[in-house]
Every structure is written in C-alpha cells, then in structure tokens.
C-alpha cells in the first residue's frame, strides 16, 4: 500500500482493499457473484448508500412534519436542510481525505481497520475533539437504531393486529439483531440498492394513493399554529437531511474515497424527488388530522398496494437498522480489541451486546415521530452540522494548514473566506434553530407524550377495538383514547 514512490503516496489515496486482497486468486463463478452482490465500492454503491440511508421510515413521518409547519415552510425547510446537509458532508468527506494522507504519508496501514468519524476528529485535532464526536455520533446512532425498530413495530401493525406494537418490536430486535454478520459497508451493495427500490416506491405510492383518494371532508389546513409544533416539525426535517453520521464508514468503504464530495449532495436531490411529492400529498388530503397520526400509513385505506409499501418498508428499516447499527458495532470492536479478528462468527458474537440497549429503548419510548425531533435537536444538530462545521474551522484555521490542504475549497464556494462564512452560518442557525428553538419545542412534544401515554406502552397511537376489522374506521380521534394530545397545550 506505502511501497511505492514518495510522490504516489502524497497523491493518491489508496482503498482498494478488495482488489488487493483478491489479486491473484482465481476468478470463478463464486468470486464473480460474491463481487456482484457483496464487494461494493464504487461511486454508484456510495451513492446508493446514501440515498438509502437518508430517507427511510422518516417518509412516513414527513407529512406529520408539514401539518405542524404549513405546506410553504415544508417545502422551504426541507430543501434548506437538504443543502445544509450536503454541505456539511461535503465537510466530513475533506476532513476524512486531510486525515487518511496525512496518516498515509506516515506509513499507516488501513487494510484491516474502518476508519471512523471519531479517530478522523483525533488526528486532526486532538483527544477531546475524539471525545465529543464520539459521544455525539455514538448516541445518535443508538437511537437512530431505536427508532427503526419502533418504525417496524408501528408499520407491521397497518397489516397486523393481532398483536400490539410492543409485541411487535420484540420480534423485530431478534430479527434485526442478524445485522452482526454483515462484516462493513462493503458488503451492503444489494441492500441499500434494494432499499432504494424500496423507498422510492413508497414515497410514490403515498403521493398517488394520497391524491386518488382526495381530501377528507372538511379537510383543514391550518398549520403552523404553535410554534411547539413549528419547531418540531422543523426539526424532524433536520434529522431526515442528517443522515450522514456513517459518511465516513461509507467513504472508507469505497475504493477511491476522495471521489466522494459530491455524491452527498446527488442523493439528496433524488431525495427530495421522493420526499416533497409525497409529504406534500398527505398533507393535502388530510390536512390536520396528521397531527394526530404521526405514520403517513394509519391515514390510507388498506389495499393490495399499500400493504406492498408497509412491507417494503420494514425491509428497508431493517437494512436502515444495519446502517445506523454497523459503526456502533465497530466502535464496540475496537474497545474490546475484536476489530481485527478475522472470523465473522467470532466478530458476530461480540457485536451481539449492542443490540440489547437498543431493543429495550425502543420498548420504553415508542413515540413514533416526536422522537425523531428529539433526537434531531440533541443529537443531529451537534452530530452533522455542527461539529463538522466547528472541526473544518478549526483544522485549517492557520495559513500553514491552508496552504498545505490536501483539498483546497473551490473557487465558486469563495475559496477559504465563502468557506468559512458558511461554517459560521451553519453552527449559528443550528445552535440557535435546531437546538435551542428545536430542542426546546421537541422535548416538550416529547414529555407530553410519556405523560400521556406513559414509558413501556403497549400500543402507541393505537385505534380503539372496533367491531370488525376494518383498520381506517380509526380516522377520526375516538373520544376515550387520548390520540390528539400530541398537539394540545
């Protein structure tokens, strides 16, 4: 890998582990295939992973988003947010390329080891930096997890009543648990291809099934109404454009990772081809009764069509889960000294502790949607927009190090000056935005539903018995269950 000349290793990132580790050995059908679905590493996979990851159940729960904001602040916050995060994945993708040459031109070799976000904030910039992205990103990937497995239990339930949502997501934990054996983000190349698919269909069946079916009677839109709601809608839309807390293992994962910078930005606009069309919909057939019904799903008839998308939705949160899931298991790894082993079932066994913390927060909070404001305004905030924007800041905040970047920023960005204004605009807003007006608004949506339903609920949001089995006689809130508490004072 650092065998060549001074000048080849300067220039040139090396990550083509998986040729390097298979050169040499014959190519017959198995390698061929296994290469097929297993070893990605091309743009195309990083891309994909992207994509796949950023938009998962949060489709269901968008259209919640924009019965707090108003259809116009929806669409405004949403295409906001989409840029301030392809910007600050931009960020993390410089500051992960200045810190692999710089450990490569010292002779480091990565052949078995995932650089992750943490060990990138160490290098450029110490130990306490290492220390709060650590906790941040690590927090923030517990609960992105938690709130996969709460997804599938509230999804499973649109097709399934048999058993309550708690139920449910006992079963879903077990089977998510499997992630362990999927070794990195390498071997994720016909999931998250997949779960594009997935996505994509979902979002487009929620946009045509919600204009087919028209708006209800007396439909109303009369959001924004509080300015709790307002921030919290604000802030779910935050979490769906942070999803970019693995960029680093993903990057690390491709063979040229210096071709990243823009791949960020390319899935977020597929992206919002799929999340403002189908937001935009439910939100105008149903208007204000989302705010009682965070899951998009609960709001439109069953049929054959929409059973296929809560199916494919609890596929795509499983994979979601391995997302969110894999550099919790890496960071385990490497404590407890299992990183390099080169057994998968040695490895899959270790991983299996990190699973359990999960299931159980998932039991104990099962509020589908204020969560994911709440983790958006405590945990995205600091995790993607504002520690990158801070480390970029200060990693080239000397003329040296300016001078001497391995990247250096464009010239249509403003060069250094545009570069650093944006920084500062970006830790602002999301200090004061997402994590003062956010944090506030998101925590106490939050507290109201543990008052209202209370911890370990068996059935979140759930529609009262009803004589027979039809799942869309719940439309209206019924008068003994209290459903519109997420919106009252």
């Known amino acids: 890998m650092a065998s060549g000349s001074d000048k080849v290793v300067e220039t040139v990132i090396v990550g083509n582990y998986v040729e390097m580790e298979t050169e040499g050995e014959p190519k017959g059908i198995k390698t061929k295939v296994s290469n097929l679905f297993w070893h990605g590493g091309s743009v195309y996979d990083a891309w994909f992973s992207c994509a796949s990851n950023q938009v998962a159940q949060v489709l269901l729960t968008l259209p919640y988003s924009f019965s707090q904001l108003g259809m116009l602040s929806g669409i405004l916050f949403q295409l906001f947010y989409g840029l301030l995060g392809s910007w600050t994945a931009y960020l993390i993708s410089i500051l992960y390329v200045e810190y692999r040459t710089r450990k490569e031109r010292e002779k480091v070799d990565f052949r078995n080891h995932v650089i992750q976000w943490f060990e990138v904030l160490d290098g450029l910039l110490g130990k306490h930096w290492r220390n709060v992205g650590l906790a941040f990103n690590c927090t923030f990937l517990l609960f992105g997890s938690v709130i996969q497995l709460i997804a599938c239990a509230s999804n499973i339930y649109y097709i399934n009543d048999n058993l309550d949502k708690r139920t449910w997501t006992y079963i879903f934990g077990a089977c998510c648990a499997t992630t362990v054996f999927i070794p990195s983000f390498h071997n994720y190349r016909i999931w998250s291809f997949l779960g594009l698919i997935m996505t994509t269909y979902t979002a487009w069946y929620l946009t045509i099934a919600s204009l087919l079916h028209g708006q209800v009677e007396g439909v109303q839109h009369s959001g924004p109404t509080k300015l709790v709601l307002y921030f919290t809608g604000a802030t779910n839309i935050l979490y769906t454009f942070g999803g970019h807390a693995v960029t680093v293992e993903i990057m690390h994962a491709m063979w040229k990772p210096q071709k990243f910078k823009a791949i960020y930005l390319i899935a977020t606009l597929y992206v919002l081809t799929l999340t403002l069309p189908s937001a935009a919909a439910v939100y105008w057939a149903f208007g204000d009764m989302l705010l009682n019904h965070s899951n998009a799903f609960s709001l439109l008839p ?48 270790a991983r299996l502790p990190v699973v359990v913390p999960i299931w159980f927060l998932a039991i104990i909070f099962p509020f589908f949607g204020p969560i994911n404001s ?17 480390a970029h800041i200060f990693t080239f905040r000397s003329a040296t190090a300016r001078e001497n970047a391995v990247e250096q920023p464009p010239k249509y960005f403003g060069r250094w000056v545009g570069t650093y204004t944006i920084n500062m605009f970006v830790v602002v807003w999301v200090l004061i935005v997402g994590f003062g007006f956010g944090g506030w608004a998101s925590m106490t949506n939050f507290i109201r539903q543990i008052d209202t339903f209370g911890l370990f609920t068996k059935c979140y949001q759930c529609p009262p018995p009803a004589p027979h089995h039809g799942l869309n006689a719940t439309a209206a809130a019924p008068l003994h269950h209290p459903f519109n508490h997420t919106h009252r004072p």
């Open 302 to 349: 069953r049929t054959p069509f929409r059973d296929m998308a809560v199916i494919l939705m609890l596929i795509h949160q499983f994979i979601t889960f391995g997302f969110a899931c894999t550099p919790l298991y890496f960071v385990w790894e490497k404590a407890i000294g299992m990183h390099e082993c080169k057994s998968l079932c040695k490895r899959a066994a």
């Open 374 to 390: 709440t983790v958006g305004s405590l945990l995205v905030s600091f995790t993607v927009y504002i520690i990158p924007a801070l």
